[in-house]
């Protein structure tokens, strides 16, 4: 494979990653939304990857900074840090990773601060000239820095901030068709809300949740100065969850995600003029109008519109707060890049740390998502010096 062949096959995975990876099963016309840095999508950690990818408003924990920030303003504890590593894609390539590494600080009893690091490593691709031979090997990546900022409004309301800086070396400043390649930049915020309130449900004492998360609102992204920009995964997350106390040891939590891309949705063309707009709406327009337009851009018209969110569901099972048992399922139309899977997972509590895994189960075959693992480990400050006193 020669070099300008690389660059364009991992250039093609940055814009149109869905499509290419997740579509081989799809039925109907496939019109699956595009964007740059696709891996800011995927969930990061092993709780909300066994839940069917859902997060936005489940029990804060240290790893809300992905899913919802206004979370961290809710959290028990005064300072955490956790890590979580993915081997990503492994039917297709053996050495993509993903690792999140994620911590938090409460200020006072209404703020915390908080910051994240999301890196992505496509593995070592060998660059060759027009004869086959090796010129050198690159190794692309992909990273985001979080830096967030939540607080409490009422005892049950609370709202979150966070700015992102993201960077994407695809071809290590490889030329294409004569033109130098560059690392693609952007700078992006999410602004998040969270509610939560004790109730009670069948006699038994309970907590229902409400989260929303606008996140990766930012700047179009390119990776040479000819190229036009594309837009970055900009979306909207809208949630629910709901858990009940079984008794003293037990207890229980359902929840479910509604995602939708706030990016324009891919027009029809005409066939004699590939200029012509037949269906749909112009998606070359600037980041406002392309949030507010992409609730009615969709060719399909209202049905369309609809199958561009995914739903993820989760059930949580937790025993003495010691040990949990996960599960849920994610889904996608099939028109737009046909994800569709189950998870479990589990995670065991000590006094210090808490440690989770997560499993990844396709619903159909030879699907490059197929056995994909997540491993997480999360400490707790407050854990850790309690048991270095308690040691001296």
């Not at 269906?279 to 109008?289: A, L, Q, T």
């Amino acid at each position: 494979m020669n070099r300008k062949r690389v660059i364009f096959l991992f250039i093609l995975l940055a814009f149109t990653g869905k499509t290419i990876l997740f579509s081989q099963q799809s039925s109907g016309t496939l019109n699956a939304i595009q964007t740059v840095v696709p891996f800011l999508t995927i969930a990061p950690d092993s709780r909300a990857g066994a839940m069917g990818d859902a997060g936005v408003a489940t029990s804060p924990d240290v790893y809300s900074q992905h899913w919802n920030p206004a979370k961290f303003a809710f959290i028990d504890g005064n300072g955490g840090i956790g890590i979580s590593y993915s081997p990503w894609l492994r039917n297709l390539v053996p050495d993509i990773n993903i690792a999140y590494l994620a911590g938090y600080k409460r200020i006072d009893t209404k703020q915390v601060v908080s910051a994240s690091l999301l890196y992505s490593s496509l593995g070592d691709v060998p660059f060759t000239d027009e004869f086959g031979n090796l010129e050198r090997t690159f190794n692309p990546n992909e990273f985001a820095i979080d830096a967030g900022y939540s607080r409490l409004f009422t005892d049950n309301l609370s709202g979150g901030i966070a700015f992102r800086f993201i960077y994407s070396n695809l071809t290590g400043g490889s030329y294409s068709g004569g033109v130098a390649t560059k690392p693609g930049t952007s700078f992006a915020a999410d602004i998040s809300g969270y509610y939560q309130k004790k109730i009670s449900m069948l006699s038994k004492e309970g907590q229902i949740a409400f989260g929303l998360n606008f996140s990766n609102i930012g700047a179009k992204m390119s990776y040479s100065a000819a190229q036009t920009a594309d837009f970055i995964p900009m979306d909207m997350r809208l949630g629910s969850s709901a858990t009940i106390n079984l008794d003293h040891f037990n207890k229980i939590t359902v929840t479910l995600d509604l995602n939708k891309l706030l990016v324009p949705t891919p027009p029809i063309y005409s066939s004699t003029n590939p200029d012509s707009i037949i269906k749909g709406r112009d998606p070359n327009v600037s980041v406002p109008v392309a949030i507010f337009q992409s609730f009615f851009d969709a060719p399909g018209g209202f049905k369309e519109e609809l199958h561009e969110i995914t739903y993820s569901t989760g059930v949580e099972y937790w025993y003495n707060n010691q040990f949990a048992i996960r599960g849920g399922y994610f889904h996608e139309n099939a028109t737009k890049g046909n994800r569709k899977y189950f998870t479990a997972g589990a995670g065991f509590r000590l006094k210090a740390f808490t440690l989770d895994f997560s499993y990844l189960m396709p619903l159909s075959q030879n699907h490059p998502l197929a056995r994909t693992l997540r491993f997480s480990i999360a400490f707790d400050f407050n854990s850790l010096r309690n048991a270095s006193r308690s040691k001296g």
